[in-house]
Nanobody, 128 residues
């Protein structure tokens, strides 16, 4: 059974850092890009970062470039989102999601409607 489980959310002060984890299991064949998305109540879910199946290629939303870093461990079982210089506007529920790709080097996170598998989300609150 393919499953994604997020952890690491919490309350942090503006300017602080937080690292989210996404435990990936059941993806035993094929290639899958993993993306981080976030959603604020009343707004659409938006993409934050995306990483290729083999982990060598990444992509970011303009709003988080230079502050957030997506990575995955060598065993490909966990994807991380390191968030630095956090701002109040980063407050949201953060989700990880998976989308199938044809090759392992592709960074393919086509948007919320295009992702095949989702975790339950973890809440990040940036506030003083």
């Amino acid at each position: 059974q393919r499953q994604l489980v997020e952890s690491g959310g919490g309350l942090v002060q503006p300017g602080g850092s937080l690292r989210l984890s996404c435990a990936v299991s059941g993806f035993t064949s094929g290639y899958y890009s993993i993306g981080w998305f976030r959603q604020v109540p009343g707004k659409e879910r938006e993409g934050v970062a995306c990483i290729s199946s083999r982990g060598g290629n990444t992509g970011y939303a303009d709003s988080v470039k230079g502050r957030f870093t997506i990575s995955r461990d060598n065993a490909k079982t966990t994807v991380y989102l390191q968030m630095n210089s956090l701002k109040p506007e980063d407050t949201a529920v953060y989700y990880c999601a998976a989308a199938a790709t044809r090759i392992g080097t592709a960074v393919y996170c086509p948007g919320p409607s295009g992702m095949a598998y989702w975790g339950e989300g973890t809440l990040v609150t940036v506030s003083s």
